[in-house]
């Protein structure tokens, strides 16, 4: 009888290690032992069956133990089960009260996220409750602010189809004529890199009664403008020269987008052999990265890149000169930066530079040389049947009145009437203008003493000085004339410091009529370009 009683010992040691390596492989919850916890442990049969429905095998009706349909078939089985659960009182000895088990309760696994536990009777109530609590009450939260920023931009929207205004440039608080310049360094394998200035066209559109304003940016403008300056010259000095800010102003309110160069050496002039292919090369990758998604036709579509032009200044528009040759040699080397129009401004081509791209030459009544070049070269070129080209000349040397400042800067009201008749007057006492006639004596380069005392008498140190003894004016609203807080804050300190002083000798140059960036005749520019531009599919 011993080795009979060892063998039952030992198969029965074995069936207790198959039963817990099915535990470890089936692992049950709560619920399922609750439910396994009968006085009848001999039925074997329903605990299959219970398995079996759980678990349908292969070869039933049911559905493989290892296809998504069955994870979600139990995963529902499983909610329900534990949502009964859930909400009954919680007391699991009713079945040994009366004597009877609840053989209707099916066994089922819980391996699945519904199956999260939360408790039982009140408190598994109380508990959904608060979970209920902390994830409903965030994401109406969320939901109110998103309804709200969403009507928001529904009224917006209202208000710029129906409120007047239009492409125009937007005023800061005081007023002054608010450039918001982007400034981008674009690098281009191998060894290319230049700092680019960018400023997008926006609709400013004001509501009813002048209360509000909008400011919507335009993502693909009307044409592209690449600025290229002379010498000397910061290509940010655009913005906020006299003159620069004025031409820029009006490109703007017609939906042009500004493009502006940096040299490879600011303060010097452009030079071929350090900027000509750096300037293409990064000008295609401009076109390609911001344009070609900004511009890109219905579902994806190819881009059709807006008409681009190029204004060039002195040495820039020499440089202009050299572009636009090249492009006429090799246009798929260019391309797509192509320009479609282009105003060169006080400078003749180069003699071995030929093109055909329509262009617009602006030249100074004082500066006969340049004129006569310029007729000769346009002469020559119109006999090949180019062009069409066209040549605008300024109306001559102005005068400097005691108002002229105001007028130049009408949108800054720190220019007033008596600080630009003060102006006016240090200018005459200097011998730079007749106060008898208002006109300049002599090229104000050669008077470049007189004209540096008068407008370190009003940079913005000495104004700042004379805001902190006034008790009328904040010191921190005094700004270089004609340049907004917010394009302060975009330029660098050398750029400050040129925009305190390049006010004054740029419109003394100007009204000396000989050579100098000019916008007279810039709307007929555009114009111009607009007449001759067309448009490029990518």
């Known amino acids: 009888m011993t080795p009979r009683s060892s063998d039952t010992h030992t198969k029965h040691k074995k069936h207790k290690t198959t039963h817990r390596k099915a535990l470890r492989r089936y692992p049950t919850s709560p619920l399922s032992v609750a439910n396994n916890m009968t006085p009848n442990n001999n039925n074997s049969d329903g605990g299959n069956a219970a398995a079996a429905s759980a678990y349908p095998s292969g070869g039933g009706s049911g559905v493989g133990n290892n296809t998504l349909i069955n ?27 009366t004597g009877h088990d609840d053989h209707s309760k099916e066994v089922i696994r819980c391996y699945c996220l519904p199956c999260l536990k939360f408790g039982h009777g009140e408190r598994g109530k109380s508990n959904v409750k608060t979970i209920f609590g902390l994830i409903f009450v965030p994401l109406f939260l969320l939901t109110f602010f998103l309804l709200d920023d969403f009507g928001k931009v529904v009224v917006r929207n209202m208000q710029l189809r ?26 281009e394998f191998p060894g290319h890199s230049r700092e680019v200035l960018l400023l997008s066209p926006s609709l400013a559109v004001q509501g009813k009664g002048g209360a509000h304003s909008f400011e ?37 309110e017609m939906g042009i987008g500004i ?42 579509s190819d881009a059709v890149y807006p008409p681009m032009y190029a204004f060039g200044a002195s040495s820039g528009g020499s440089f202009v000169g050299m572009l636009s040759s090249q ?71 102005k005068p400097i009145h005691v108002n002229h400042f105001a007028r130049v800067f009408e949108d800054d009201r720190q220019m007033s009437d008596r600080i630009s008749g003060s102006i006016h007057q240090d200018l005459s006492t200097l011998g730079v203008v007749n106060s008898s006639t208002d006109e300049v004596f002599a090229n104000p380069r050669f008077a470049k003493d007189a004209v540096m005392s008068i407008w370190q008498k009003y940079d913005l140190l000495s104004r700042k000085e ?8 904040d010191a921190s609203d005094v700004h270089p004339f004609g340049v907004s807080k917010r394009l302060m804050r975009s330029l660098k300190k050398e750029e400050l410091d040129d925009a305190d002083s390049i006010w004054l000798i740029e419109e003394l140059n100007v009204a000396w009529d000989e050579h100098e960036i000019t916008a007279e005749g810039f709307e007929d520019v555009l114009e111009f370009f607009l007449e001759n531009g067309s448009a490029r599919l990518k």
């Open 327 to 397: 492009m006429k040699q090799d246009p798929e080397e260019y391309a797509p930066f192509l320009f479609s129009a282009a105003n060169i401004q006080i400078m003749a081509p180069n003699e071995h530079d030929h093109w055909d791209i329509p262009t617009v030459f602006t030249t100074m009544s004082g500066d006969t040389q340049t004129s006569k070049r310029v007729q000769d070269w346009v002469n020559a070129e119109m006999q090949v049947d180019k062009g069409p080209y066209k040549i605008i000349t300024t109306s001559g040397r």
């Open 71 to 97: 994870l979600f078939h139990l995963g529902y089985r499983s909610l329900v089960a534990q949502l009964n659960d859930l909400f009954s009182d919680g007391d699991m000895s009713n079945s040994s009260v």
């Open 216 to 252: 919507a940016m335009i993502k693909c403008p009307r044409g592209i403008l690449y600025l290229f300056h002379g010498c000397g010259r910061y290509a940010a000095s655009f913005f906020y020269s006299p003159q620069g800010r004025k031409m820029v102003e009006m490109a703007t």
């Open 162 to 187: 129906q409120g007047p205004g239009g492409l125009m440039s937007n005023r800061d608080e005081n007023g002054v004529i608010d450039f918001h310049l982007n400034r981008r360094i674009l690098k």
């Open 466 to 473: 004379v805001a902190n003894d006034s008790k009328h004016v």
């Open 259 to 300: 493009v502006a160069f940096t040299k490879s050496e600011e303060l010097g002039c452009w030079n071929w052999a350090n900027d000509g292919d750096t300037v293409k090369k990064l000008a295609k990758k401009f076109i390609s990265s911001r344009l070609s998604k900004a511009c890109a036709g219905p579902n994806g």
